[in-house]
């Protein structure tokens, strides 16, 4: 089955802690991409792909970093800095960013919690 | 620059009844739009999408929805509600930005609920 998986499914983080989200797809999708979904506020653009080696900021890029080093995978890491990480993280991928009708595929998420 | 309204935070339905969430979009092109619907606790699942073709939409398990350009709006629509259906669905506008890029923006999210 080809599809998107994201681990863990709870991460927990403490103060001060550096933590890292999975997302890998086998898709062979060229763009992948990073979410943060807070209650009643939609979908927030962390940190895109579009080929290995390359990411751009997206919208709420502070506190984060992304890395990717092959093209299944684009993991997120939760940093120190950011304040409020507590959210649900939705990793995505889609064959290109060109096109207006390029569809993205999710993953089923990952709920980080601050002990 | 371009938004995505959804009209309606919570929708409640009975079983069996239509269902009608709505969003309305701005853009300065042609956009394509899309629905999610989200379970809880899980990731979107793409339920159908409107790239210029034809403007009815027919998507997965019944819904479709309707690209009304002189209304900037794409309504999501299914005849009888399931208790299935009972779920988040997000409107996602994706238009072009500028130097071939492409901008996607969500909408906030309606909460389904369908009553038995």
């Known amino acids: 089955d080809g599809g998107i998986t994201q681990s863990p499914k709870y991460l927990f983080r403490k103060e001060g802690q550096n933590v890292t989200l999975s997302c890998e797809q086998n898709l062979n999708h060229d763009a992948m991409y990073w979410y943060r979904q807070d209650p009643g506020q939609g979908l927030r653009l962390i940190y895109y792909s579009q080929i290995v080696n390359d990411f751009q900021k997206g919208d709420i890029a502070e506190g984060y970093s992304v890395s990717r080093e092959k093209k299944e995978s684009f993991p997120l890491t939760v940093t120190s800095a950011q304040k409020n990480p507590t959210a649900f993280y939705l990793c995505?991928?889609?064959?290109?960013?060109?096109?207006?009708?390029?569809?993205?595929?999710f993953g089923p998420g990952t709920r980080l919690l601050v002990l | 620059a371009q938004s995505v309204t959804q009209l309606d935070s919570h929708v409640s339905v009975s079983e069996g009844t239509p269902v009608l969430l709505r969003c309305n979009y701005s853009s300065s092109y042609s956009p394509s739009l899309f629905w999610y619907v989200q379970h809880p606790n899980k990731g979107l699942q793409l339920l159908l999408k409107?790239?210029?073709?034809?403007?009815l939409v027919k998507g997965i398990n019944g819904f479709e929805a309707e690209f009304k350009k002189s209304e900037t709006s794409f309504h999501l629509t299914k005849p009888s509600a399931h208790m299935s259906d009972a779920a988040e669905y997000f409107c996602?506008?994706?238009?072009?930005?500028?130097?071939?890029?492409?901008?996607?923006?969500f909408g906030k999210g309606t909460k389904l609920s369908v009553i038995p």
């Open positions: 995505a991928s889609s064959r290109g960013l060109a096109g207006p009708g390029e569809t993205q595929y």
């Open positions: 996602v506008v994706r238009g072009y930005s500028g130097a071939g890029s492409y901008q996607l923006t």
């Open positions: 409107y790239t210029s073709a034809a403007t």
